[in-house]
């Protein structure tokens, strides 16, 4: 089976410019999650999804930043206007529902940089 | 609230090294834990999991012991390669709730 496949893998834009990042979760997986990486502050969850609803969005950063679930394969995190302090690796991930032991499973990655 | 403790990095070792990555926890409830490995330019993939108190999770030579009494999740391995060097973090999940809380993660160099 595929993994989490995130798109595009790299994008560049100026500060201003809306970014929208793709993610496609592992098929018959009811939550995904949405995860920013910087050197200065590790991992940081930023929203998660179950069966398409937002479940905790308190990890959004600002009102720049959001994020859509418009089905169970597909969810987009948008950021307008970027900022070059949002440059960062951003995560998807996606997991089955469980009673015990909730593991995720992570994308690749896009990592964004703002100039 | 929950949160989850790791020795602080880089650890730099050289290859047939023995390996130890503190972690420990703490959290309501009764935890699962689990440790991520990220290479280079990927994204976290599940190392190893234990759900329950003196569990011992292994896998390519990794282990990790649930230990409750010490609130600990300490990652070990008797011999390092260089294939081995990556980001290593602890997380768990607590019962009831589908996210995971991680580790701050630890950079381990393998040298030659």
């Known amino acids: 089976d595929a993994g989490v496949i995130q798109s595009p893998r790299h994008e560049v834009t100026e500060m201003g410019q809306e970014v929208t990042l793709r993610c496609k979760p592992i098929s018959g997986h009811d939550y995904l999650f949405w995860y920013r990486q910087t050197m200065m502050r590790g991992l940081e969850l930023l929203i998660y999804f179950n069966n398409n609803v937002p479940i905790d969005d308190s990890g959004m950063p600002e009102d720049r930043f959001s994020a859509k679930m418009p089905n169970a394969s597909f969810s987009t995190l948008k950021i307008q206007p970027s900022e070059p302090r949002d440059s960062a690796v951003y995560f998807c991930?996606?997991?089955?529902?469980?009673?015990?032991?909730?593991?995720?499973?992570f994308g690749p990655g896009t990592r964004l940089t703002v100039t | 609230g929950d949160s989850v403790t790791q020795m602080e990095g880089p650890v730099t070792l050289s290859e047939e090294a023995c390996l130890t990555i503190n972690c420990t926890y703490t959290a309501t409830g009764y935890p699962s834990l689990f440790w991520y490995v990220q290479y280079p330019g990927e994204g976290l993939q599940l190392l190893l999991k234990?759900?329950?108190?003196?569990d011992k999770g292994s896998n390519k030579g990794f282990e990790a012991t649930y230990r409750k009494e010490t609130t600990s999740f300490h990652l070990e391995k008797g011999s390092v390669q260089v294939s081995d060097s990556a980001v290593y973090f602890c997380a768990l999940s607590v019962r009831g709730a589908q996210k995971l809380v991680f580790g701050q993660g630890t950079r381990l160099t393998i040298n030659p």
């Open positions: 991930a996606s997991s089955r529902f469980r009673t015990v032991s909730y593991e995720q499973y």
């Open positions: 234990a759900t329950k108190a003196d």
